[in-house]
């Protein structure tokens, strides 16, 4: 419900709390603002629409060669140093105990950088379920909450004509895929993809709708189906950065009964999520979406 924004104003990146259902903006706290703009400063920063950061950041100009930053080894020291001190004044951070990492899972080929910052994933009048997504993102160590994480978040339509990307490479043609972060994928508007800033307390929420499966190839023997799944790149100061994809227990089986080979394996099974109905109250009236929960593991 609660997101982050920056707009270019001359001084800085001004930050604020929004209501992203009815566009109230009010002013954050100092402690906030402070470790957002330091968190800012550490985490990919491709969008076109972040350009300037808050004073008080180290970082003041990338080029496009150097601005998304994932290995915290190469971030100014002191920098880092700082951020955790903001965080450590943060008395009331949710706690979990015995905590295993988040699983890994495939970038796949439909990744894009530059994703914008904001809570809702899927075009406004999408076709298909109303899905809320929501979570917080913990310390596999300590079991504590890691605030400011920037989750990127990616998805295919849910059309009932089968999912969709939004995405296109130059000239027409598509890389041979490899296991990496793909730097050369485009979109035409960001449709199904969003860059979401977890909160002081390490929680997010994500508004979309349920991903359609889709026909990964057709000329496979038997046919290469991917179900409903949606993919995330997770970062945060001094964690490892995770690629991972979330699947729904009810939605594992693909249109004629084929299996996904990736939500099936093994290690997904932690990956696989209940869809429960839920209404939810906001001040403008009641909506129901169905409801998925994924609290994110991150580990150094």
Request: net charge negative.
């Amino acid at each position: 419900r609660v997101g982050c924004v920056g707009r270019t104003c001359g001084g800085g990146l001004q930050s604020s709390r929004v209501d992203y259902h009815h566009q109230r903006v009010a002013p954050m706290n100092d402690g906030d603002s402070e470790a957002l703009a330091l968190a800012l400063s550490l985490l990919p920063l491709t969008s076109p629409h972040l350009t300037c950061v808050h004073p008080l950041s180290p970082l003041t100009v990338l080029s496009t060669e150097n601005m998304y930053r994932t290995d915290v080894q190469a971030q100014p020291p002191t920098a880092v140093g700082d951020l955790h001190s903001v965080f450590e004044r943060e008395t009331s951070l949710p706690q979990k105990e015995g905590l295993s990492p988040t699983p890994s899972q495939v970038w796949g080929p439909f990744y894009a950088l530059g994703a914008p910052f904001r809570a809702k994933l899927s075009p406004i009048g999408a076709e298909g379920d109303p899905l809320l997504l929501e979570g917080t993102v913990y310390d596999s160590v300590t079991g504590n909450a890691v605030p400011f994480a920037v989750l990127d978040v990616w998805q295919a339509s849910g059309s009932d004509e089968g999912g969709e990307y939004d995405y296109y490479e130059e000239g027409g043609g598509q890389r041979v895929y490899e296991e990496a972060l793909n730097t050369i994928g485009k979109t035409k508007d960001f449709s199904y993809r969003a860059r979401v800033i977890a909160d002081q307390k390490g929680r997010y929420e994500i508004e979309s709708v349920v991903p359609a499966p889709y026909l990964d190839d057709k000329y496979d023997d038997p046919p290469k189906w991917r179900c409903a799944h949606i993919h995330f790149f997770v970062n945060a100061p001094s964690f490892e950065p995770l690629v991972t994809q979330i699947y729904f227990k009810d939605k594992i089986v693909t249109p004629g009964g084929y299996a996904d080979k990736h939500a099936g394996a093994e290690k997904a099974a932690a990956l696989q999520l209940d869809l429960v109905d839920t209404t939810v109250k906001r001040s403008s009236g009641d909506y129901t979406y169905k409801h998925a929960q994924f609290d994110i593991v991150l580990k150094k």
